[in-house]
């Protein structure tokens, strides 16, 4: 079992940047695919990025050359950078984990979630 803690939201002005976290805890983080997803009000959650065990990554065209995700396993955590916010970054953000050897970016791969926090950018 993996109990995930999401941080880092906050409200920033567009043009702005924030860096959100993702710890762990219950089993090492190494072996897993961690992916972060947001969901806007009335919206479906969407992909938004992804790190392998392997340390591939994937990320969603709409954050591209904008976000990085990293991880760091000695501290069972994963971190997603968001620079260059605009409004439309606005959503709760969730980290996910899953055994999976890939590079996933179906939130139904994922097996644990954390709570979500909340990412706003005002224009």
């Known amino acids: 079992q993996v109990q995930l803690v999401a941080s880092g939201g906050g409200l920033v002005q567009a043009g702005g940047s924030l860096r959100l976290s993702c710890a762990a805890s219950?089993?090492?983080?190494?072996?897993?695919?961690v992916g972060w997803f947001r969901q806007a009000p009335g919206k479906e959650r969407e992909f938004v990025a992804a790190?392998?065990?392997?340390?591939?990554?994937s990320y969603a065209d709409s954050v591209k050359g904008r976000f990085t995700i990293s991880r760091d396993n000695a501290k069972n955590t994963v971190y997603l950078q968001m620079n260059s916010l605009k409004p439309e970054d606005t959503a709760v953000y969730y980290c996910?984990?899953?055994?999976?050897?890939?590079?996933?970016?179906?939130?139904?791969?994922?097996?644990?979630w954390g709570q979500g926090t909340q990412v706003t950018v005002s224009s």
């Open positions: 790190v392998s065990w392997s340390v591939a990554k």
């Open positions: 219950g089993r090492t983080f190494a072996p897993y695919c």
């Open positions: 996910a984990a899953s055994s999976g050897r890939a590079t996933l970016v179906d939130k139904s791969d994922y097996e644990y």
